[in-house]
């Protein structure tokens, strides 16, 4: 902390995204954020002080334009989020079709990888590479079985399954780069568009957790999956 880096939100438009970039920008940080829409992350970007990439998830070539923009105007990138997400269509488990579950493994699992994919070469040149992935409760085997927990009352196919692969990109990814800081964070159910605002957090609670593993040092955790209260199970 303390230190300017360089760091990369998807989907920092809106929600989630847009708080992180908020704060990171607020903590003295270099914020991309990256955006689909160019309008609507521009206009965002310039609220805020963040400087705007244009980046779809779904899309390579847009990928590897946006890593260009990235090296050319920074130099490398120490800190990716991918937070960008969907939840798909929400119908019920009997209507659910393999192009529903398609549809949000395109964005919720293909995007992670192809954007680390294209940026990795990026972090392993920085001395502080760190990667979070915004994954969801609804991804953990042990919080949607749990009666306890309100995931647990939550039926659907494709987004748990979305980020329980999410979860498992993690570990396999902090294995594969030992030098980078890979984790996993659910922030929790709060309000945003992703559920017609009906979360019960606000975005400052639920970026908590981003935040503070945006910013974990080379000495981190990594492979690992925390929520704002601590370690989750997977
Ligand atoms: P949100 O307000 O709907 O924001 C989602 C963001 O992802 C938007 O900026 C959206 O861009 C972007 N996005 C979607 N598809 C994209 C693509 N193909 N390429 C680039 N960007 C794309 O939802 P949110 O709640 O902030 O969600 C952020 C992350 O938190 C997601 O991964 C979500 O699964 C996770 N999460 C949320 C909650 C919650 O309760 N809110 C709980 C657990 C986990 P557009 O504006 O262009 O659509």
Same mark, same amino acid.
């Given at each position: ?13 809106? =929600?989630?995204?847009? %708080?992180?970039?908020?704060? $990171? ?15 609507? =992350? ?22 590897? @334009?946006?890593?260009? !923009?990235?090296?050319?105007?920074? +130099? ?39 954007? $680390? ?10 001395? !502080? ?18 009666? %306890?927990?309100? %995931? ?5 196919? +494709? ?11 993690? !570990?396999?990814? @902090?294995? @594969? ?16 568009? $992703?559920?017609?605002?009906? =979360? !019960? ?29 601590? %370690?989750?199970?997977?």
């Amino acid at each position: 902390m303390g230190r300017m880096t360089t760091m990369l939100i998807t989907g920092a438009n809106k =929600g989630l995204g847009r %708080e992180t970039a908020r704060r $990171l920008i607020a903590a003295g940080h270099d914020v991309w954020m990256a955006a689909r829409d160019p309008r609507r =992350g521009r206009e965002a970007a310039d609220a805020l002080g963040g400087r705007f990439v244009a980046l779809d998830v779904t899309d390579d070539a847009s990928v590897a @334009a946006a890593r260009r !923009t990235v090296e050319e105007t920074s +130099g490398g990138l120490d800190v990716l989020v991918n937070n960008a997400g969907i939840t798909g269509d929400r119908v019920s488990v009997a209507e659910t079709t393999a192009a529903h579950v398609d549809a949000v493994f395109a964005t919720n699992v293909l995007g992670p990888v192809r954007v $680390l994919h294209a940026f990795a070469p990026l972090l392993t040149r920085s001395d !502080t590479g760190v990667v979070v992935n915004v994954s969801s409760g609804m991804g953990s085997m042990a919080i949607t079985s749990d009666p %306890e927990r309100l %995931e647990s009352g939550i039926v659907a196919l +494709g987004y748990p399954a979305s980020k329980a692969a999410l979860n498992m990109l993690t !570990t396999q990814y @902090a294995k @594969a780069y030992p030098d980078l800081r890979v984790n996993c964070v659910d922030p929790g159910y709060t309000a945003t568009d $992703l559920n017609d605002n009906t =979360g !019960t957090q606000t975005v400052e609670e639920g970026t908590e957790v981003i935040v503070r593993m945006a910013q974990v040092g080379p000495d981190g955790p990594t492979g690992r999956f925390f929520d704002a209260r601590g %370690e989750v199970p997977w």
